[in-house]
């Protein structure tokens, strides 16, 4: 029943910026931690950031200072704020919810040229 339905990937230039979001249904608990992950072709999935229902963030050293993750409770949605994007963050995003049972979304690419 637990849905991720993902949205705002797409192609930007080096030094842009994409705002990603995940809205989710059918938790069962208010209480969680969602997180972000991505994987680039021929590669293993990692983790990029996370964040519990009461705020506290994590982030991957390789994002930090140019990602931000957030939380809206209220429409059960999360963001991943992507500014200064660079060509190695080119990768599918997906998003995940963990209640304790993990749940993914779908993913969405995010290509950065140049």
């Known amino acids: 029943q637990v849905q991720l339905v993902e949205s705002g990937g797409g192609l930007v230039q080096a030094g842009g910026s994409l705002r990603l979001s995940c809205a989710t249904s059918?938790?069962?608990?208010?209480?969680?931690?969602m997180g972000w992950y991505r994987q680039a072709p021929g590669k293993q999935r990692e983790l990029v950031a996370t964040?519990?229902?009461?705020?506290?963030?994590n982030y991957a050293d390789s994002v930090k200072g140019r990602f931000t993750i957030s939380r809206d409770n209220a429409k059960s949605t999360i963001y991943l704020q992507m500014n200064s994007l660079k060509p190695e963050d080119t990768a599918v995003y997906y998003c995940?919810?963990?209640?304790?049972?993990?749940?993914w979304g779908q993913g969405t690419q995010v290509t950065v040229s140049s």
């Open positions: 964040i519990t229902n009461g705020g506290s963030t």
């Open positions: 059918g938790s069962k608990s208010r209480i969680n931690v």
């Open positions: 995940r919810l963990s209640d304790p049972t993990n749940y």
